[in-house]
């Protein structure tokens, strides 16, 4: 009892190092994962000398991290983005797997003198690229959105198969005719469960009149979770089956939808600092300089052969231009996920397994600075960069049981046409009106003559059959401004 409070007191010190960290790598123009891993490496056995040293312990944790990392992920990839990419996005959650796997496997056996299964162990390792830093920096690079809809959506799938080849691999298991019959049904399944939870939740919550709008984003949040949970009892993927929950629900018409997604992208800065922070904990700096060449090896192997060549493959069906192969070969980003997968066969006692955490560890480093901070320019250098372009439309929804009625609360993001549409010009369905424009902090009833700004906050009252009408005319009202009709723009 008498080590409660400094271990609250410890980690509370930690979190808030960790949040004020996002703010220093922003002005450094570094991933801000890299100062998680120094703080973890400061409180650390060459630090402050606490010795954390138990890689079972560090996998269950980190694969508890990366489900949440992959909640977040999923709840706030929006469909209309990577709808586009889908094809492109599953390629390289599978195709460039394989690829990867392949090529790195054989390279490494041949310059590093690994056996077989070592070698395609590292390759499975380091096959997978990773969500937290897909999210974190793409998201806010200013490229275009299909590029980012397709790393989004391998970096969201991807972690499955890869999963699986490394346990495989881990154990020994005998390879034959039945295993890519096991793989696509583990993969099948894992899909089929995300999306039956993500409906059913949904559905759900939609229905519920749960007692606080706290609890909503709760709900969500244990759908995924319990998503994950049913996937590894049945077999199957239960990565694959949170992300998809994520994303079903994050692009369903939710009660208090802006909460939830506020919590869970919460949730998932705190699943990431933990992550980060317990992997620089779990790190030795002594078997890091040992592992320093065989990483960079093994980085190089990755950065300039294998992952332009799973790109390449993948990309050859669906006619993506050079430039874009560019910097999909470029942006698979490396993270905290190789770090956790490679200690898995470390768990299961694999001869040499050590030496594959510790060189994962160098290369997430040099690859994380490399990559991380050259994304922008090599974007801009190729002509893929979209600054400046207005942010989606904001539509949240609080549900008004006993009126059999909604309330859509509506921000008006900069960039968006509905800046200067008259109010009389929004011409919302019969059901449906605005009831008040907050604007400057200042709130007002607005009339037909009322003309909407940027950043202006509108509440919106709705009947429960005109609201899909409205939310559709509000969104494409925002993308085409006051002809959208004429425009062709539907809103959906």
């Given amino acids: 009892m008498d080590q409660l409070p400094v271990i609250l007191g410890t980690g509370a010190a930690v979190l808030l190092a960790s949040v004020i960290a996002v703010r220093v790598s922003i002005r450094l123009g570094l991933p801000s994962l890299l100062l998680y891993l120094g703080i973890g490496v400061l409180i650390g056995e060459a630090g402050f000398g606490v010795r954390f040293d138990d890689p079972t312990l560090t996998q269950s944790l980190g694969l508890a991290a990366l489900v949440m990392i992959l909640t977040e992920g999923g709840l706030t990839t929006r469909w209309s983005a990577v709808k586009p990419a889908l094809g492109t996005g599953i390629a390289l959650s599978t195709v460039a797997v394989v690829v990867s796997v392949a090529v790195t496997g054989a390279a490494l056996h041949w310059l ?7 070698a395609l162990l590292w390759g499975s390792v380091l096959a997978s690229t990773d969500a937290a830093a897909v999210f974190s920096v793409l998201r806010t690079a200013g490229i275009g959105k299909r590029l980012v809809g397709a790393l989004e959506l391998e970096s969201g799938m991807n972690d499955a198969p890869v999963y699986i080849a490394v346990v495989v691999l881990a154990e020994g298991t005998t390879v034959d005719w039945t295993l890519p019959l096991l793989v696509i049904y583990e993969l099948g399944a894992g899909l089929a469960i995300g999306l039956g939870f993500g409906w059913l939740g949904a559905f759900a919550l939609r229905k519920a009149a749960l007692p606080a709008t706290g ?7 244990a759908v995924c979770v319990l998503a994950y949970s049913s996937g590894q009892f049945a077999h199957a ?3 694959l089956a949170t992300y998809v929950a994520g994303v079903v629900l ?3 018409k939710l009660p208090h939808r802006s909460d939830t997604l506020s919590f869970a992208e919460g949730l998932g800065w705190l699943a990431q600092i933990g992550l980060f922070v317990l992997l620089g904990l779990y790190a030795s700096p002594e078997r890091l300089l040992e592992a320093l060449v065989p990483g960079l090896v093994a980085g190089g192997v990755l950065l300039l052969l294998a992952r332009p060549l799973s790109v390449l493959c993948s990309a050859l069906p669906f006619r993506v231009p050079w430039r874009d192969q560019i910097f999909l070969s470029w942006a698979g980003l490396r993270g905290a996920v190789p770090i956790v997968l490679a200690l898995i066969p470390l768990a299961e006692g694999v001869p040499g397994a050590q030496r594959l955490v510790d060189a994962v560890f160098v290369l997430v480093i040099v690859l994380t600075v490399l990559q991380g901070t050259t994304l922008a320019p ?4 190729l002509g893929l960069s979209e600054k400046g372009g207005p942010t989606e439309l904001e539509v949240d929804a609080a549900p008004l049981d006993e009126l059999g009625a909604e309330l859509l609360q509506v921000r008006i993001q ?4 509905m800046h200067g549409v008259y109010l009389s010009e929004l011409r919302l369905p019969a059901g449906a009106t605005v009831s008040l424009v907050v604007r400057d902090g200042a709130g007002f009833t607005p009339q037909k003559t009322s003309r909407l700004q940027e950043r202006d906050q509108l509440l919106v009252v709705t009947t429960e059959k005109a609201r899909d009408a409205a939310e559709r005319r509000i969104r494409a009202v925002d993308r085409a401004g006051r002809l959208a009709r004429w425009r062709g723009e539907s809103g959906r």
Avoid: E, I, Q
Avoid at 215 to 221: D, G, H, I, K, S
Avoid at 378 to 381: F, G, I, M, S, T
Avoid at 414 to 417: L, T
């Fill in 215 to 221: 609890l909503y984003p709760l709900a969500t949040v």
């Fill in 112 to 118: 590093l003198g690994l056996d077989w299964r070592m």
């Fill in 250 to 252: 994050g692009n369903s």
């Fill in 414 to 417: 900069p960039g968006s046409r």
């Fill in 378 to 381: 090599l974007a801009k250098l």
């Fill in 237 to 239: 993927s239960g990565l």
